[in-house]
């Protein structure tokens, strides 16, 4: 199904964007990682009573808040030997709800041209939106040449690419991480890809423990470079983030929850009470990300 098969979202009618939510088992009840690193996840989130809605419930818990949500699985199964969630399935269930739910795809960046082939027909024939890339789940260098394909059919497509940052629950716990190497994240490999591809939109997943100030200085330096603030309770956010989120990166600073880990009710009701501007508050919740999203072109 293509966009223009979709009803639009009504911006104006929404409370928030949620950039940053995961599709954790399809309809035949496969799941989107193996399950020592799913179960090493929900402890590291203390989400002891943790399930995994389908899409189909996913859609009813944001319609019931008036928001909408980004969804996307991750395909790491070049690092893992897990088979991912099928994104043609992702981009189908978001379709049936157009009204809250915006499909991301995931393509692991060592299939190669196949990952090339896959990312342009699943944006001109089944209406993706954007791209999630995990460099430590998926075992890659986010400035390795590998990519560099894959990133720039991306950028012709004129759609996002979204990176997690920092620390990942995924692995945490697990021997060894579960071979998950953590350096892989770092924001500053991101930062040659901005460089490289400066017409790509980029977002920075989550504040980038240990290495916020870098995600700062990239988002700050690169107009093309974005942050979602999702995977963190607001009230865990370092000062500086809040600083920059509030002056001079205020237009770039998306809300992200990480649901199903954490929920949008818990993010918004801790972000509530955020030292955060008046004029800053609606950008971050839902405009920022409207206009990145090509939802709405003001805000």
């Known amino acids: 199904m293509t966009p223009a098969a979709t009803p639009a979202i009504d911006v104006d009618e929404l409370v928030a964007i949620d950039v940053h939510t995961h599709a954790e088992i399809s309809a035949d009840g496969h799941a989107s990682l193996p399950p020592r690193l799913m179960e090493a996840s929900a402890k590291y989130f203390g989400a002891h009573d943790h399930r995994q809605p389908t899409i189909d419930e996913m859609a009813a818990h944001y319609r019931e808040r008036k928001m909408a949500a980004v969804v996307f699985t991750v395909d790491a199964e070049h690092a893992t030997g897990h088979p991912p969630i099928a ?68 950028e012709e497509l004129g759609v996002p690419a979204l990176f997690h940052t920092g620390q990942t629950g995924i692995g945490a716990g697990v021997p060894g991480g579960g071979g998950i190497r ?27 423990f240990p290495w916020q100030d870098e995600a700062l200085a990239v988002a700050h330096h690169k107009p093309n470079v974005h942050i979602d603030l999702s995977g963190w309770s607001p009230k865990y956010f370092p000062p500086q983030l ?23 009710d818990r993010w918004l009701a801790d972000f509530a009470k955020l030292e955060i501007k008046p004029e800053v508050r609606p950008k971050i919740l839902k405009w920022n990300a409207a206009r990145l999203l090509g939802l709405a072109k003001e805000g």
């Open 87 to 154: 994104n043609e399935e992702v981009a189908e269930a978001c379709a049936r709800h157009a009204d809250v739910l915006i499909p991301f795809a995931s393509l692991d960046p060592w299939r190669g041209r196949a990952a090339v082939s896959a990312a342009r027909r699943l944006v001109e024939e089944h209406g993706v939106r954007g791209f999630k890339f995990h460099p430590s789940l998926q075992g890659f260098s986010p400035d390795d040449r590998m990519a560099y394909p894959l990133y720039e059919a991306i």
């Open 182 to 208: 953590l350096g892989y994240s770092n924001p500053m490999l991101v930062d040659g890809v901005a460089a490289d591809f400066p017409e790509l939109r980029i977002i920075l997943a989550h504040p980038s």
């Open 242 to 264: 809040v600083r920059y989120a509030n002056s001079l990166i205020q237009d770039k600073v998306l809300f992200g929850s990480d649901y199903p880990v954490i929920t949008p």
